[in-house]
Antibody, heavy 121, light 107 residues
Framework: QLQLQESGPGLVRPSETLSLTCTVS??????????WTWIRQPPGKGLEWIGS???????YYNRSLEGRVTISVDTSKNQFSLKMHSVSAADTALYFC?????????????WGQGTQVTVSS | DIVVTQSPATLSLSPGERATLSCTAS??????VAWYQQKPGQAPRLLMF???KRATGIPARFSGSGSGTDFTLTISNLEPEDFAVYYC?????????FGQGTKLEIK
């Protein structure tokens, strides 16, 4: 059974960099069928797509975050990561990683449990 | 970016009733829509893909329809566990975008 697990600091200071990692187990991140995605949810609000990466390193980003966000993949560790620079309180959210099945059933079919990130001094 | 709008924001119904949730895209997206269900404290769950195809393990009381710009998620004979927030997402183009969600609450 595929599992995704987010990890990283729960508290980040304003203007600093948020760094999260998603570890994939029970399957390979190096598949041509899947994108690997970060999605966030501010408290009490809806889902916001942050960006996706293919195992080759091809990336797509939310235009409103582009320039502050970098998603990378480490196939040797079966992980992908999110870095968000110059964070502010508006970046406080529950951050999810998810698998995007672009082949059989297009959609996010596996999700991590989410990790809460608070931006505060 | 493609804007996705859901309505209503909140839907109040009783168990056993039928729920009809709407999703509208700002441009034609064929049938490239997915629907998700999210319960409090949980990650979203994929319900439907390609507008009308149920994901693995999703009960037959969930159905989806639509193409172009207008889409509908229908839940027939509501069960207590169906009361949750539902999101649609366009998968036609990058960046992917979600609707703002519809909260289905018990009347």
């Amino acid at each position: 059974q595929l599992q995704l697990q987010e990890s990283g600091p729960g508290l980040v200071r304003p203007s600093e960099t948020l760094s999260l990692t998603c570890t994939v187990s029970g399957g390979s991140i190096s598949s041509s069928h899947f994108y690997w995605t970060w999605i966030r949810q501010p408290p009490g609000k809806g889902l916001e797509w942050i960006g996706s990466i293919f195992y080759t390193g091809t990336t797509y980003y939310n235009r409103s975050l582009e320039g502050r966000v970098t998603i990378s993949v480490d196939t040797s560790k079966n992980q992908f990561s999110l870095k968000m620079h110059s964070v502010s309180a508006a970046d406080t959210a529950l951050y999810f990683c998810a698998r995007d099945d672009s082949y059989d059933s297009p959609g996010y079919d596996y999700w991590g449990q989410g990790t809460q990130v608070t931006v505060s001094s | 970016d493609i804007v996705v709008t859901q309505s209503p924001a909140t839907l109040s119904l009783s168990p056993g009733e039928r729920a009809t949730l709407s999703c509208t895209a700002s441009v034609s997206i064929s049938t490239y829509v997915a629907w998700y269900q999210q319960k409090p404290g949980q990650a979203p769950r994929l319900l439907m893909f390609d507008a009308s195809k149920r994901a693995t393990g999703i009960p037959a009381r969930f159905s989806g329809s639509g193409s172009g710009t207008d889409f509908t998620l229908t839940i027939s004979n509501l069960e207590p566990e169906d009361f949750a927030v539902y999101y649609c997402q366009q998968r036609s183009d990058w960046p992917r975008t979600f609707g703002q969600g519809t909260k289905l609450e018990i009347k």
